[in-house]
């Protein structure tokens, strides 16, 4: 049974704590808990009925679904079998999970319910290597398809008995460190997307490297939210959570999330800074104590630490939730190392940081400060794609895309991608991400994205702080509107521009801001403006508002032509 491997790893705890609260899942309006003998008799009946069906090592298979207990059950099925799992977000077009069927040569996938079957039963003629569709709700008639319910599966692979058993345990043997375990598609901005190949030992080793670093600790009580077919959630909600004997309550949706923080009371949670961002928006400007007591009232008692991923946490937020008396940590990492590289620790934190390199992982800064990374971490590479794979691991050492740099303690601090350097039309080099970051510590700023490649300054799209703003607004002869007919009041266009010139003071006259275009709503995945975990796609939303930025520099030669 090789050390590296996640499903040998599951039964060897599951083994350990039997009758203990694995998951706890809120099934029509109450909770119910699943233990890690539940957990793992699903997992083999899940297992049993794949290879009964044909389902070979080496084999993929998708899975399309929100968060539920049953994805991780499905999960571990999947990888106890030998096969891999091609994870999709929940929001993706049929054409989006056409690609990645196809480009993956699924041979089955798993779906949550009606409106993700039809995703696929829309494109399913033209994936000839998809033979079957397990679906964990009931599906209408349909015959593009072999068709299974999750109940009726998990019961045909119990109906197999000590046989099916048995061959779940052979193939489980067989698997190792290197046996490939998920394709991740990464989310471009343009193209199509790479599929990230990731295997046991890469899993594992982040896991227990995230453990040996303090991120959770055994017994903790985790809410899940984040959504795992992003390998952030997967690693820390999933993996570690294995490793660390921890209770995972998963959210039922972003919407719920502060109603299920006071329903669980978790002791660790891991997010992404929106998250945090948006608690900050409804706080930050209250009394030091009263905004302690709310922020201490949102997560409940038991809180032991935060984690933050997936994008650098602005430095204020960070010290604003430890001044509160809430441990919060930020980390760095990306799909194609497993993810974590760095991660502050609860006794060495130092907030504007991403932290030190987790144990087992090196870092050092490159050419043109690109961070690198080198470890058993970093992907297999790029599935069906080893020119993209050369590019990015050469010589052992993974190239992030990533500019940062490593102060004399050891931790990281990313200054900015490589790729979305704004270099303007006079050759200054500017990192939006320090706009950004200046741009949403004003209180009345909720999200910015800047512009200027090519031009001859930078300019900004601003998403206000509505419930900060609405007080403001109605002062300033505004009304706020979901048509955003406020937009048109020069009074709040003139203070904003007044809040951006403030903070601008903090960088190089050439760096500033010097234009702004005030949305009239936030940024939204449901409109593509977001990653999976809640990251502004820049350069799509630069591409959406482009006609709208284009004016903003017509408008400045115009002014400049007449004197202004």
Same mark, same amino acid.
């Given at each position: 049974?090789?050390?590296?491997?996640?499903?040998?790893?599951?039964?060897?705890?599951?083994?350990?704590?039997?009758?203990?609260?694995?998951?706890?899942?809120?099934?029509?309006?109450?909770?119910?808990?699943?233990?890690?003998?539940?957990?793992?008799?699903?997992?083999?009946?899940?297992?049993?009925?794949?290879?009964?069906?044909?389902?070979?090592?080496?084999?993929?298979?998708? /899975?399309?679904?929100?968060?539920?207990?049953?994805?991780?059950?499905?999960?571990?099925?999947?990888?106890?079998?030998?096969?891999?799992?091609?994870?999709?977000?929940?929001? /993706?077009?049929?054409?989006?999970?056409? &690609?990645?069927?196809?480009?993956?040569?699924?041979?089955?996938?798993?779906?949550?319910?009606?409106?993700?079957?039809?995703?696929?039963?829309?494109?399913?003629?033209?994936?000839?290597?998809?033979?079957?569709?397990?679906?964990?709700?009931?599906?209408?008639?349909?015959?593009?398809?072999?068709?299974w319910t999750w109940d009726g599966f998990l019961q045909a692979g119990r109906n197999l008995g000590r046989d099916g058993q048995y061959r779940v345990l052979s193939?489980?043997?067989?698997?190792?460190?290197?046996? /490939?375990?998920?394709?991740?598609?990464?989310?471009?901005?343009?193209?199509?997307?790479?599929?990230?190949?990731?295997?046991?030992?890469?899993?594992?080793?982040?896991?227990?490297?995230?453990?040996?670093?303090?991120?959770?600790?055994?017994?903790?009580?985790?809410?899940?939210?984040?959504? &795992?077919?992003?390998?952030?959630?997967?690693?820390?909600?999933?993996?570690?959570?294995?490793?660390?004997?921890?209770?995972?309550?998963?959210?039922?949706?972003?919407?719920?999330?502060?109603?299920?923080?006071?329903?669980?009371?978790?002791?660790?949670?891991?997010?992404?800074?929106?998250?945090?961002?948006?608690?900050?928006?409804?706080?930050?400007?209250?009394?030091?104590?009263?905004?302690?007591?709310?922020?201490?009232?949102?997560?409940?008692p038991r809180l032991r630490q935060l984690s933050s991923g997936g994008a650098p946490l602005p430095k204020h937020i960070a010290e604003g939730f430890i001044a509160?008396?809430?441990?919060?940590?930020?980390?760095?990492?990306?799909?194609?190392?497993?993810?974590?590289?760095?991660?502050?620790?609860?006794?060495?934190?130092?907030?504007?940081?991403?932290?030190?390199?987790?144990?087992?992982?090196?870092?050092?800064?490159?050419?043109?400060?690109?961070?690198?990374?080198?470890?058993?971490?970093?992907?297999?590479?790029?599935?069906?794609?080893?020119?993209?794979?050369?590019?990015?691991?050469?010589?052992?050492?993974?190239?992030?895309?990533?500019?940062?740099?490593?102060?004399?303690?050891?931790?990281?601090?990313?200054?900015?991608?490589?790729?979305?350097?704004?270099?303007?039309?006079?050759?200054?080099?500017?990192?939006?991400?320090?706009?950004?970051?200046?741009?949403?510590?004003?209180?009345?700023?909720?999200?910015?994205?800047? &512009?200027?490649?090519?031009?001859?300054?930078?300019?900004a799209l601003l998403v206000p702080n509505f419930p900060q703003l609405e007080a403001k607004a109605a002062e300033l002869g505004a009304t706020l509107t979901a048509?955003?007919?406020?937009?048109?009041?020069?009074?709040?266009?003139?203070? &904003?521009?007044?809040?951006?010139?403030?903070?601008?003071?903090?960088?190089?006259?050439?760096?500033?801001?010097?234009?702004?275009?005030?949305?009239?709503?936030?940024?939204?995945?449901?409109?593509?403006?977001?990653?999976?975990?809640?990251?502004?796609?820049?350069?799509?939303?630069?591409?959406?508002?482009?006609?709208?930025?284009?004016?903003?520099?017509?408008?400045?030669?115009?002014?400049?032509?007449?004197?202004?």
């Amino acid at each position: 049974m090789s050390e590296y491997n996640l499903g040998a790893l599951h039964r060897r705890v599951a083994e350990r704590l039997g009758p203990r609260t694995a998951l706890r899942y809120k099934e029509h309006g109450r909770y119910r808990d699943y233990s890690y003998a539940d957990y793992r008799s699903d997992a083999d009946a899940f297992a049993a009925q794949l290879i009964n069906l044909g389902i070979q090592a080496g084999d993929h298979i998708g /899975l399309l679904s929100e968060n539920r207990y049953e994805w991780l059950i499905a999960d571990i099925g999947i990888l106890s079998t030998g096969a891999a799992d091609v994870p999709m977000h929940a929001p /993706l077009s049929p054409k989006q999970v056409e &690609y990645q069927l196809g480009h993956s040569e699924a041979r089955g996938v798993i779906v949550s319910n009606q409106l993700q079957a039809d995703k696929v039963l829309e494109v399913a003629g033209d994936l000839p290597n998809l033979e079957f569709l397990i679906s964990f709700e009931p599906l209408k008639p349909q015959t593009k398809l072999k068709y299974w319910t999750w109940d009726g599966f998990l019961q045909a692979g119990r109906n197999l008995g000590r046989d099916g058993q048995y061959r779940v345990l052979s193939r489980e043997g067989m698997v190792g460190s290197d046996s /490939l375990a998920t394709i991740i598609y990464t989310s471009g901005t343009t193209g199509n997307p790479k599929g990230v190949m990731l295997t046991h030992g890469n899993l594992q080793s982040n896991s227990v490297a995230m453990l040996q670093s303090g991120a959770s600790q055994p017994g903790d009580l985790s809410l899940s939210w984040l959504p &795992y077919s992003h390998i952030y959630a997967r690693t820390v909600d999933h993996y570690q959570a294995i490793l660390a004997q921890m209770t995972v309550c998963i959210a039922e949706s972003v919407e719920t999330l502060v109603l299920n923080l006071a329903e669980t009371q978790p002791s660790w949670m891991a997010s992404v800074p929106r998250f945090y961002e948006k608690l900050w928006a409804m706080v930050g400007h209250l009394d030091p104590e009263v905004r302690s007591q709310q922020l201490q009232k949102i997560f409940g008692p038991r809180l032991r630490q935060l984690s933050s991923g997936g994008a650098p946490l602005p430095k204020h937020i960070a010290e604003g939730f430890i001044a509160a008396g809430i441990s919060l940590m930020d980390g760095y990492g990306l799909t194609e190392s497993s993810p974590v590289i760095t991660f502050n620790r609860l006794d060495d934190n130092k907030p504007g940081t991403v932290g030190k390199a987790i144990p087992g992982v090196e870092i050092k800064i490159g050419d043109e400060g690109e961070i690198l990374t080198r470890g058993p971490h970093v992907m297999k590479g790029y599935w069906k794609n080893p020119d993209a794979t050369a590019e990015t691991i050469v010589d052992g050492w993974l190239h992030t895309g990533d500019v940062g740099e490593i102060d004399d303690d050891g931790f990281l601090t990313i200054t900015d991608r490589k790729k979305d350097l704004i270099i303007t039309s006079g050759g200054k080099n500017i990192s939006p991400t320090e706009l950004e970051t200046l741009l949403v510590s004003d209180v009345f700023i909720d999200q910015a994205v800047t &512009y200027g490649d090519g031009r001859q300054f930078v300019s900004a799209l601003l998403v206000p702080n509505f419930p900060q703003l609405e007080a403001k607004a109605a002062e300033l002869g505004a009304t706020l509107t979901a048509d955003g007919d406020f937009l048109s009041n020069e009074a709040l266009v003139a203070f &904003y521009e007044e809040r951006v010139a403030r903070v601008m003071e903090a960088v190089s006259q050439p760096e500033r801001v010097k234009r702004i275009l005030v949305l009239a709503r936030p940024f939204q995945l449901e409109e593509n403006e977001l990653t999976a975990t809640l990251k502004v796609r820049r350069r799509f939303i630069i591409d959406k508002y482009r006609d709208q930025l284009d004016a903003l520099y017509s408008a400045a030669v115009t002014n400049a032509d007449q004197g202004d």
